[in-house]
């Protein structure tokens, strides 16, 4: 895979999960990504049905988020992967691992960033209903990263994920409910507008 001119490599379990190949071109891309100073984000996505064990899970997934800069574990993932749902004890875990920053996505709570030393909440959108969680990361993932792209203070991204989380799951399916530019923004807008 060619990587020139590729700003952030967005990678998940999932491919890890495979086969024992896909493992390894999952690790040797991370390398090559990490040694042409490209910014790497990891969202674990477990898939444990995917696994050959519990253990190799754990411990593969581990290891692929302690080699990129972001990671974007959820609560429950945080919980089996290093045995806490607690958003600070996630983020201590993975930045002590290697990561430079650590989201963890609290559900409708919205989600806790660690950026190096410095730790602050970004809170949830208020959804009508929800539909189908399905994509809810994958959503998350997506603002995180066009967000940086775009050189957008990470706060700002982190809410733009937000935003797009609570979106996608008031839709079913893994990625119809994703909004373009357009709905994000006046999703966004009458949401500060209600909290005027």
Excluded at 100 to 119: F, L, M
Aim: contains cysteine.
């Amino acid at each position: 895979i060619p990587l020139d001119g590729v700003r952030v490599l967005h990678m998940t379990g999932i491919p890890a999960a495979l086969s024992g190949s896909c493992r390894n071109a999952s690790y040797r891309l991370i390398e090559r990504a990490r040694e042409r100073g490209i910014c790497v984000t990891f969202d674990p996505n477990l898939r444990p049905t995917l696994w050959e064990s519990r253990h190799a899970m754990i411990r593969t997934v581990n290891h692929l988020a302690s080699m990129a800069d972001i990671v974007l574990p959820g609560t429950a993932e945080g919980k089996i992967l290093m045995g806490s749902d607690d958003p600070a004890a996630i983020s201590t875990f993975y930045q002590e691992q290697g990561a430079q920053i650590v989201i963890t996505k609290c559900g409708g709570a919205g989600a806790y960033v660690a950026d190096g030393a410095e730790r602050y909440h970004v809170p949830g959108f208020r959804v009508r209903k929800v539909v189908d969680t399905v994509g809810a990361g994958d959503g998350f993932a997506a603002g995180v990263i066009t967000g940086l792209i775009e050189d957008l203070p990470l706060r700002d991204a982190v809410r733009r994920a937000a935003a797009i989380g609570a979106i996608q799951v008031m839709s079913r399916g893994d990625n119809e409910g994703l909004p373009t530019r357009a709905a994000l923004e006046t999703f966004m807008k009458e949401a500060d507008s209600a909290h005027e």
